[in-house]
Structures are given as C-alpha cells and as structure tokens.
C-alpha cells in the first residue's frame, strides 16, 4: 500500500495556481526526489501537504497512511506522521530548543494516545540524537533557530526530525546553505532514519544532496506538474543539462 | 507554589456562606452603608479601634480627596465611577468548611484544574476540611477587607520577622507603623491613594529586622468577593539594614457583573543594604468578552531605597482586571541604590492597560532596570508607561529601560510612551523598544510540528514573556506561565 498518493493536485496562492495537477505515489521504505528550477512550485507542494493557511486546494486527493489528509489540521498532519523540514526554519525567541521539541513530541503523543515523556526521559533522547548530528548541548538549549547560521538551522531541522520519527519527511532545500561537511553530516541523519516503515521526499535544486541521499526515484517539477520521473541517473542528467528543456519559471 | 491560595479560599467559602445566609441585610456582617463620608471613615477607623493620629490622617486624606479630581491622562476608557455607589467596610462570618471537593465551587475547581493543580491540592486550597496540613508558604490573606488567617507566625517570630495584617499590626507595633506609613506614598499623592489612606481596611505589614534574611516567601492572596465593596487594600514592607525578603501577592476572583473598584496602595522601604523581591501575580476578573463586568485596578505601588546598596525588585504578571493602572515605582535615594521592574502585562478582549514604572534616581551610582512585556489580543489596548528621572545629584547613574509589545491579531493596540528626564550629564540611560505580531511562519512552524494553535501561542507567548517570568520564584513561575496561556483562550482561530 502506498504512503501517500497524490492525485491530480491542483493549488492556489492568492487566486494563483501554483500546483497543476500533480500526481504522485510513494510508498514505504522508498526515498523520492524532487528537482526543478527556481519557482516551479516544489516549496508550495511542500506547504500544501503540510497544510499551510492560505494555499487552497482547488482539485485533487491526498491519501495519507490510508487516510484523506487534506481534511487534517496541520497539526493533525504532523500528529499522522507528516513532517516537514523547512527551506527557511523560523525562529522563535525565548523558547528553547528542548522545551519546543518536548512540546510538540508530547502533544504528537498525546493525538496518538501514548503517555508523555517527563523531562529527564525527552533530555536523554535529546542529547543522543543531537550527538548524532554533532550538536552540542548548549545548541539544543539556545532558543529555537535565533541566531543560528543557516547551516545550523538546517541541521536543527534535521534534529527535529530525528526526535518526532516522522513516517513521511519531506526535506525542503535542506541543503541549502550547509558546507560540504555539514551536509555530509545532515545527510548520515537522514539516512540513518531510512527505514522499510519511513518514507522521504526531498526537495533539491541541485544534484549534489542525492550523492548522499541517494534516491529511489527522481521527478522532475516544472510548471506546477511533474515533467519528468526516473532513477537516480536523472539527477546527473539534469545537473549536466540544466532545466532549459523545461523552459524557465518565473523566480521564486 | 498554590498553597498560598490556601487561605483565600477557605475564606472564599466564607464569603459564598453569606449569600447564602442572606449576610447582606444581616445586622452581624458588620457592612457599613453604601457611600463615602467622614461618618465612613470614623466608622471604619472605630471599628479598627485605631489611634486619634491615624484617624486625623485618614480624615486629611478624605478632606484632601474631595479636592481632587480623577486622574485621566491614562490611555484608559471607562465610565464614570460613582463612589457613592458603593461600600466601604465589610468583616467576614466564619463559616464551616466544604466537607469536600463536591461542596465547592465547580467554576474555582475548574481554574485550578486549568492551573494543573493536583486533587489533592486543589482540596486544600479549597480549604476542605482535613485536607491538608499547613501550606509550605506563610500566608497572610486578605480577605473581604480584613486578615482572617495568619499562618507561619511562630517560625517568623522566631526571627523577630513581624508578618500580620496592618490592623493587628495598628495595635501591636503602633511606633513602627506611625515611623512609616504614607512616608513613601503620602496620603495626598494622587486620587487613587489619597481614597485609599481615607478608607483603607486591611492589608498586610511586614517587618524584617536588620541583618535578617527572611527564610521563606511571604505570601498575601487578595480575593475580592463581597458584592460592590471596594477594595482599599494597604501593604507596608519595612526591610532593615542588611535584611532580605521575598514577598508574594497573588489576586483570582470569581466571575461578576459589576464593575469593581480596587484602589490598593503598597509602600516598600529598603534601608541600609537591605533588598526586597515583590512579585505579583494579578488575575482578577477581566470582564466579559464584550467588557461586561471586571475589576477596575488602580493601584499605587512605591518603594523607597533609602539606604545605601539597597535594592528593590518589582515582578508583576498582570493578567486579570477590566482596566489596570499601575506603576509600581522606584525612589533610588540611597547611594549605589538599585530598582528593578519586570513586568508582563496580557490583555486580550475588551481588557485595558495602562502600567509602567516610575524609576527616580537621586543617589549617586544608582541604576535601574526595566523589562517591560506587553501583549495585546481581541480589542484589548496596552499602554507601557513609564518615567525615569535622574536628578542633578546622581552622578553616574544608569537606567536601562526594554518595551516589548506582541500584538496577536489585528484589532488590538500596543502604546508605548516613555519619559525620560536627566539632570546629570554623567548619567547613561539606554532604551529600546520592538514590537511586534506573532507571525503566521511561527504558528505554522509549531502547527508542522504538532502543536495545536492555542499552544502554539500559549509557547511564543511565554518565550516572549521569558525574561521577566524567570524572575518570578519559582513557585509562582510554573503557575504564571499557565496563566499566560488561560488568560489568551480564545485569542486566534
Ligand atoms: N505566498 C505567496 N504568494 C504569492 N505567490 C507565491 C507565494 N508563495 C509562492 N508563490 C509563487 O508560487 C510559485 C512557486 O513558488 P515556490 O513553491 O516557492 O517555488 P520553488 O520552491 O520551486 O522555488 C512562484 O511563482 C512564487 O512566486
Ligand atoms: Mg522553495
């Protein structure tokens, strides 16, 4: 049984299509990859499986983990087993990395009826994940991404996503941003979550992440549709090419 | 943390008792006649037994009142007060207590549950009897006008620690009262306080002799209950050479119609390297969400650092109250003297703000310190007001002064209006101010995460409110960060 199948997904923003007509299947255990240029839509895809206000679904289906997930809250969403980690992670002052990330587990627990963690358990499974990722423990007390560099929001995200075990992480861009070491090391992280149960879906403008997170299948996205899917070699065709014979989109 | 609502609601059901019993028309519940006079005053200062001198002082304070006029420079709107309309003195009955947590009030037992108060706990607080022993924080209530619960006495005396009502304290100490009352808000300073000085019932006094320092937190926790009966509360806190205390006032109060008048008043003295910590947690009733009904605030809250490195700390949490006025203040007479305002103001609905701080440097080296968090939601308006006023003498003084204002949702007013007057070239003073919206990015980012959107609000708040909430004892703090988030219910969505 797939994860998730998109069906003709069809998304506005502001009275604007964005998303025309996207279909898409993932089953369990497999890693997807989107590519495509500036402004093609895979930021929105992103926003609109997660349920973001303001991106209005104007046609289409989404079955997630056999149930109809457009019909979900955001947190409800994540609560199923949706994770997002975000091309731009957001900042929020005077709240810590523990306390926010203990928050949100418990409150993802609860939805599913599982007892919550106390403190002194969330701070020993904090502390291993982040030592997976190379961060150190004064990172997971300061406040969530404010004054992070980019590198190390992104490895936050990765972080996150290590701690909520999401069924389905879509990966915006998270390369952007990272050195060639961190990326190396955000890429262990993610590939340490592989599993038969999990699926990813990774969003990348460039060839370079999936030598790392090496994917099942790559589409290609332009135009609000998907133009292309093949294997991991598509990537290396595109990053040798370019998106021209896509045309260009407007930039993002 | 909540024992110190021990003894409120044990008087809470006290008061429940005389509605009851009818306790308004009964001759025994002492309640003198609606209005203002100086038959009142000598009413209410014969009722005390109180001295000739306190008397005199409060009928100067009445004559001096009726010259005055309502202060309205306050970004505050709200009908006229009609202070004839309203009592001025009522004692409570004792009455038997709830036999269990099933006698007592559902709507009380709802907020504690809100609170995250334990069954156990919140019977004691409820004042159930055989519920619990005594509560981990002395506590001195103020109820209905007048202290009927002293606890923790012995272990103060001990110390020569005097904490008791100021009535008890009229007749048992009269000389350090006389030395200090109106010293620090004299009865002619403003509108609000010179009404209290004429027709104050009760509050708390406390005095910590030199070189002590206090080994537990002080606790007083207002309730107003008694219908249409103003609340003149007055606090004194004397802190001797070298002394330290930690003092708690924490205010609920059960849902009512009426608009009610609070007019407090609460004068700290710090003498000679003496330190006090003043924390408030206010949650009175707010009124509805269209402002129907809700406490009406106006408090005068001063303290003085007379002496030299003496330090006085203010932490409010404000979140109750249909209008606030208050500006608890700082005089930094004392050489090195130190002031500090920390305060978290949350207005949602139809509530109004208007609060601040008064920081006065006259001694040299003196410094001030104010962090100021004001958070707007529904139609509700938030005004930070503040002054801080170097004096020629106070060489090398420094103030640093932060405004902070979160608005959630678009209907809401955040006011920040700052005065700042220096008469000293030496004297450094920095301020800064921000505001702004909880943003759409931040209440999704939590929502991806699985936090519902109430929480997530609840959580930015609080991380917004961090700097003054980790100032709070921590007894105080956990109960205050649940505050944050029951006082924003229904604030988005
Ligand atoms: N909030 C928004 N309001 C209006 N247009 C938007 C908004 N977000 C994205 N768009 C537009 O949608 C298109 C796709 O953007 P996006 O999904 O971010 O692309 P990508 O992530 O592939 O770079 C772009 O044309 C962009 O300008
Ligand atoms: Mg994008």
């Keep these: 049984m797939p ?12 009275g604007k299509e964005i998303l025309k007509g996207i279909d898409l299947t993932i089953d369990a255990g497999e890693v997807h990859a989107i590519m495509g240029p500036n402004g093609s ?28 997930l457009l019909a979900l809250e955001p947190e409800e969403r994540a609560a199923a087993g949706l994770f997002l980690a975000f091309q731009y992670p957001v900042e929020i002052p005077g709240v810590s990395n523990t306390t926010f990330l203990k928050e949100a587990l418990n409150a993802i627990r609860k939805t599913r009826g599982e007892p919550a963690l106390d403190a002194m358990q969330f701070l020993k499974l904090i502390r291993a994940k982040a030592k997976d990722l190379s961060m150190t423990d004064e990172m997971i007390k300061r406040a969530v991404n404010v004054g992070f560099s980019g590198g190390e929001k992104k490895r936050n995200e990765a972080l996150q996503m290590a701690v909520l075990q999401p069924k389905l992480a879509i990966l915006d861009e998270t390369d952007s941003g990272l050195d060639i070491d961190a990326l190396r090391i955000v890429a262990e992280g993610v590939n340490a979550l592989r599993s038969p149960e999990r699926a990813m879906l990774v969003i990348t403008h460039y060839q370079r992440l999936l030598d790392y997170i090496v994917p099942d299948v790559v589409h290609v996205l332009a135009h609000g549709r998907i133009q292309r899917t093949g294997g991991k070699e598509l990537a290396l065709e595109l990053e040798a090419k370019g998106y021209a014979e896509f045309g260009a989109d407007e930039a993002a | 943390m909540a024992a110190t609502e021990q003894t409120i609601d044990q008087v809470r059901e006290l008061t429940e008792g005389k509605y009851k019993y009818g306790f308004f028309t009964d001759i ?34 009445y004559r001096h009142w009726l010259t005055m006029a309502e202060p309205d420079w306050g970004k505050l709107h709200y009908p006229p007060i009609d202070y004839q309309d309203a009592y001025y003195y009522a004692a409570p009955k004792v009455k038997e207590k709830p036999k269990s947590l099933d006698e007592v009030d559902p709507e009380l037992l709802k907020t504690y549950e809100k609170l995250g108060i334990p069954l156990k706990e919140q019977a004691i607080l409820a004042g159930v009897e055989g519920a619990g022993d005594m509560p981990a924080v002395a506590v001195d209530a103020v109820f209905d006008s007048v202290s009927v619960a002293t606890t923790f006495k012995k272990k103060l005396e001990e110390k020569g620690i005097i904490f008791c009502s100021i009535s008890e304290a009229i007749q048992t100490h009269p000389e350090l009262v006389r030395q200090y009352l109106g010293t620090v808000v004299p009865y002619s300073d403003n509108y609000f306080a010179t009404l209290n000085s004429a027709v104050f019932t009760d509050g708390s006094f406390v005095y910590i002799p030199k070189g002590v320092r206090c080994p537990m937190e002080l606790s007083t926790y207002f309730r107003i209950n008694a219908k249409n009966t103003g609340q003149f509360e007055r606090t004194l806190i004397i802190a001797d050479e070298g002394s330290y205390v930690s003092y708690l006032e924490g205010c609920t109060a059960p849902q009512r119609d009426e608009n009610q008048l609070h007019a407090a008043v609460v004068e700290l003295v710090a003498l000679n390297d003496a330190t006090i910590k003043y924390s408030t947690v206010q ?38 109250s249909a209008i606030t006025w208050k500006y608890p203040s700082c005089i930094l007479q004392g050489d090195n003297s130190v002031g500090e305002f920390y305060s978290v103001a949350i207005t949602n609905n139809m509530q109004q703000a208007d609060t601040g701080t008064k920081m006065i440097h006259i001694g040299k080296n003196t410094r001030s310190t104010i962090v100021s968090k004001g958070i707007s939601a529904g139609k509700a308006q938030n005004t930070y007001r503040g002054l801080v006023r170097i004096l020629p003498k106070a060489e090398g003084a420094r103030n640093y002064t932060q405004c902070d204002s979160l608005l959630i949702g678009d209907k809401c007013g955040a006011h920040t209006v700052p005065y700042i007057e220096s008469k000293n070239r030496s004297a450094r003073i920095e301020h800064e101010a921000t505001t702004a919206k909880i943003s759409e990015d931040q209440l999704f980012y939590c929502r ?15 991380g917004f409110c961090k700097e003054v909430l980790k100032e709070l004892p921590m007894e105080f703090a956990v109960e205050a960060q649940k505050l944050v988030a029951i006082s924003l219910e229904g604030s988005v969505g």
């Design chain 2, 283 to 320: 949650n009175w009733y707010p009124g509805d969400e269209n402002g129907k009904g809700g406490i009406y605030n106006f408090v005068t809250k001063r303290a003085a650092c007379r002496g030299k490195n003496s330090k006085v700390s203010w932490t409010q949490v404000e979140t109750g």
């Design chain 1, 3 to 14: 994860l998730i199948e998109i069906k003709n997904l069809h998304a506005s923003v502001d």
């Design chain 2, 28 to 61: 025994e519940s002492e309640m003198a006649p609606k209005g203002l006079s100086e038959d009142i005053v000598r009413f209410i200062s014969a009722k005390k037994g109180e001295p000739d001198w306190l008397l005199d002082w409060r009928l100067r304070a």
């Design chain 2, 448 to 462: 991806q995460r699985g936090l519902a959107e109430e929480d997530a609000v609840s959580l930015i708040v609080n």
């Design chain 1, 41 to 68: 839509g895979k930021s929105t895809l992103s926003y609109v499986l997660a349920g973001r206000d303001g991106y209005e679904v104007t046609d289409g289906s989404v079955t997630f983990a056999g149930v109809d």
